[in-house]
């Protein structure tokens, strides 16, 4: 199932969304095509009206506004995830029941993907939290790309160019 | 794509206690970053030998461990990739 829900993705056109904004952070989202919200805020509405994880999901949601009106996505206020080489990484650096997965494309610019319960140890073992990282990692990946032929440019709390449109994961 | 942003939506009903507990989260990340840094460690993105990356951790924990003991449980994270800036 989880293999199938992978190629699902695998096939899917992504939109990247702006949800928070000031002069120096952005702070942005994931669409998938025909999806009416973003990743992030799917993640919202998930948990919200959960008794046990609300303060979690709090806690993530305070991180992420701090960062966007304070100093930024400096790294050392997330936890490191996926591979060494990808620029993923997941919130809250604190203890929490909650992970919210992210690429951190630099310290102005953060796109936020999905995230969930973390009821085991590692993400790997969870095949639901395993396929926001994979995304993430594509979607990396796709940019990576992009920004080398200079269809995408990150500058301070923005990204841009005509190469956000050829992003299919 | 719906425009209604349902992140600040959300974010205007933080409380302010989680508020408060954040600020106290970053002030320690960044307290971390600074007694390192005087003491010539700095976080690098990719350190790509195994070992370097090791003792870089294994220094930011003794390091944190000096400077900072309190809330200890919560710092694990903090010192993760540090290495010698050399």
Same mark, same amino acid.
């Given at each position: 199932?989880?293999?199938?829900?992978?190629?699902?993705?695998?096939?899917?056109?992504?939109?990247?969304?702006?949800l928070s904004?000031t002069e120096?952070?952005?702070?942005f989202?994931?669409?998938?095509?025909n %999806?009416?919200?973003s990743e992030?805020?799917?993640?919202?509405?998930?948990?919200?009206? %959960?008794? &046990?994880?609300c303060?979690d999901?709090?806690i993530?949601?305070?991180?992420?506004?701090r960062?966007v009106?304070g100093a930024?996505?400096l790294?050392?206020?997330?936890r490191?995830?996926?591979?060494m @080489?990808?620029?993923?990484?997941?919130l809250?650096?604190? @203890? $929490?029941?909650?992970?919210?997965?992210?690429?951190?494309?630099?310290?102005?610019?953060?796109?936020?993907?999905g995230g $969930?319960?973390?009821?085991t140890k590692?993400?790997e073992? &969870?095949d &639901?939290l395993?396929?926001?990282?994979?995304?993430l990692q594509?979607l990396?990946?796709l940019?990576?790309?992009e920004?080398?032929?200079g269809?995408?440019?990150?500058?301070?709390?923005?990204?841009?160019?005509? $190469?956000?449109e050829?992003?299919?994961? | 794509?719906?425009?209604? *942003?349902? /992140?600040m939506e959300a =974010?205007?009903?933080?409380?302010?206690?989680?508020?408060k !507990?954040?600020?106290?989260s #970053?002030?320690?990340?960044?307290?971390? !970053?600074? =007694?390192?840094?005087?003491?010539?460690?700095v976080?690098t993105?990719?350190p !790509?030998?195994?070992?370097?990356?090791?003792r870089? #951790?294994?220094?930011a =924990?003794?390091a944190? !461990?000096?400077y900072l003991?309190?809330n200890?449980? *919560?710092? +694990?994270? #903090? +010192?993760?990739? /540090?290495?010698? *800036?050399s």
């Open positions: 199932m989880h293999q199938q829900k992978l190629n699902n993705i695998t096939m899917t056109k992504v939109a990247i969304k702006s904004q120096k952070n952005g702070l989202s994931i669409v998938f095509e %999806e009416d919200y992030l805020e799917k993640f919202i509405e998930r948990f919200k009206n %959960e008794a &046990d994880v303060k999901l709090n993530i949601l305070s991180f992420l506004e960062m009106q930024g996505f790294e050392r206020y997330f490191p995830e996926g591979r @080489r990808d620029n993923v990484c997941a809250p650096i604190v @203890r $929490g029941k909650l992970r919210l997965y992210c690429l951190r494309l630099s310290d102005s610019v953060l796109i936020a993907g $969930g319960r973390k009821a590692t993400y073992e &969870d &639901d395993k396929g926001y990282v994979i995304s594509k990396d990946d940019i990576k790309v920004l080398k032929k269809n995408i440019v990150i500058e301070s709390g923005s990204i841009s160019g005509n $190469g956000l050829k992003l299919n994961l | 794509m719906k425009t209604a *942003n349902i /992140y =974010v205007k009903s933080i409380p302010a206690e989680i508020t !507990q954040t600020e106290l #970053f002030s320690v990340a960044d307290k971390i !970053q600074e =007694v390192l840094s005087s003491k010539g460690w976080k993105v990719c !790509q030998d195994e070992e370097d990356r090791s870089g #951790f294994r220094m =924990v003794r944190t !461990q000096l003991a309190h200890r449980k *919560n710092l +694990r994270h #903090f +010192r993760c990739g /540090y290495t010698k *800036n």
